[in-house]
């Protein structure tokens, strides 16, 4: 009902709309012509407008009302979020409204080219927060390689942005099972040379400092179906190719100068650190001005872990809700050990906020490696400054743990409470699991 009248609000023909709905009391038609006529005389009323998929809407039309009497708001910090039907009226390069101030975008259709979700926001020149659902891109691409020779060593081909058939769905272009042993490094994008100029069109927020973006795990699970044999050969390498693939058309190209809070997350099940990493070789997480970071439900190996906090050197707030976080964590301290003292003391120097949250480790998972115990206690919480030898001079709050309530510490680290008091007593507010 509610959607009803929202529609008469914006049609151009309220009585027209209503003739379709007979069903509907003449009261209720009044009202909507009063709700119409405040939406036109009174745009400044207009604090929040959440548009959502799926309500039958008559697609262009409707937003290019809504966009002129948005219009009138001029620089009232209009919070727009549109939701929509697959290949909607939401991709119409016409369709150009600089004034957003919060997007959020929930993309769901596999035909729809990525590179329209970054020319709809590039024209957003006020955008100062922006949320993306991706979900549905996880398809093949043609049967060419990324060359045009179409030589693809029985390689196992991910494009986004082409059109694919039914029979393509399945993602296999080799030309036989036995042949599917490998992976296409090449990919990196559309297949189709002709989008590579548009796809590589650098977009600049200059105003965007909050993005958040979530990822359905489909979107990176597909490939965890492939036969064992074609996965035998599989490496980090194409791993990370992969990943890049799926989100280059989204990142590729995107500048943002001003961004202070970025959320990366997986919707259901974890996806790989592959990823994070190439959300690293893309710089959306490279930015100096970077002040939040929250991490969640990806999969993170020491390599990402350690590129990341050299990346971020502005950070005051950390917050990494990982998986398997703890099994990497070995290797990871393996790394600090080669950091030279003056490069480990600019690792998140301004850090104020550490949150780490395992979900997912058994109840009885312990750490047997006495080595990496010492050597860890030592270098996150002793050194010069109390904090250990990665410098966390700044540091006031931390809360290291996993759901489970397990006594041993999350970092295979067990404090004793006067450990931990002492900590405390240096300024840290420290939630810490102990064996006491």
């Not at 039907?85 to 390069?93: I, K, L």
């Not at 990493?277 to 970077?290: G, N, P, W, Y």
């Not at 005051?316 to 003292?341: A, T």
Request: proline share 4%.
């Amino acid at each position: 009902m509610l959607v009803l009248i929202f529609k008469a609000c914006v049609s151009t023909n309220i009585q027209t709309q209503f003739y379709k709905n007979s069903f509907l009391p003449t009261r209720l038609l009044r009202v909507c012509k009063k709700w119409n006529s405040i939406v036109v005389k009174l745009p400044y009323l207009w604090t929040s407008l959440f548009v959502e998929k799926n309500i039958g809407f008559d697609g262009e039309p409707t937003l290019k009302v809504i966009e002129r009497r948005l219009s009138r708001t001029d620089d009232l910090g209009i919070a727009l979020s549109i939701g929509f039907e697959p290949g909607a009226f939401m991709w119409n390069r016409s369709v150009n409204i600089p004034w957003w101030k919060v997007v959020h975008l929930e993309l769901e259709d596999q035909n729809l080219h990525p590179h329209r979700v970054r020319d709809v926001l590039g024209e957003c020149a006020s955008l100062k927060t922006c949320s993306l659902m991706i979900d549905g891109f996880a398809y093949a691409g043609d049967d060419s390689s990324s060359d045009g020779s179409g030589d693809l060593d029985g390689g196992y081909v991910w494009s986004v942005g082409d059109d694919c058939s039914e029979e393509e769905d399945s993602g296999w272009v080799g030309e036989n099972e036995e042949d599917r042993s490998g992976w296409n490094d090449n990919v990196d994008g559309w297949n189709d040379n002709t989008h590579y100029e548009e796809r590589k069109r650098v977009v600049i927020l200059p105003a965007l400092k909050m993005l958040s973006v979530v990822f359905d795990s489909q979107l990176f699970d597909d490939y965890r179906t492939v036969p064992a044999k074609a996965r035998l050969n599989q490496s980090s390498k194409s791993d990370r190719v992969l990943s890049k693939a799926r989100i280059s058309p989204f990142f590729d190209g995107l500048e943002l100068p001003a961004l202070k809070d970025l959320t990366i997350a997986a919707s259901h099940s974890a996806i790989d650190n592959e990823l994070l990493m190439a959300l690293i070789d893309l710089s959306v997480i490279s930015c100096f001005q970077l002040v939040s970071l929250e991490i969640c439900n990806i999969r993170i190996e020491a390599d990402g872990f350690h590129r990341l906090l050299l990346n971020l050197t502005s950070l005051e707030s950390l917050c990494v809700k990982s998986p398997n976080f703890g099994q990497s964590l070995p290797d990871l301290i393996e790394y600090l050990e080669y950091v030279p003292e003056k490069a480990a003391m600019n690792i998140l120097p301004g850090l104020e906020v550490l949150t780490i949250l395992d979900h997912v480790l058994p109840r009885d998972h312990k750490f047997t490696d006495e080595t990496s115990l010492r050597v860890l206690e030592s270098r996150w919480w002793t050194g010069k400054t109390g904090y250990g030898k990665l410098g966390l001079s700044r540091l006031r709050r931390a809360n290291i743990s996993w759901d489970y309530g397990c006594a041993a510490c999350y970092l295979g680290v067990t404090l004793s409470s006067q450990r931990a008091e002492i900590l405390r007593n240096q300024g840290l507010d420290l939630k810490y699991p102990t064996l006491d």
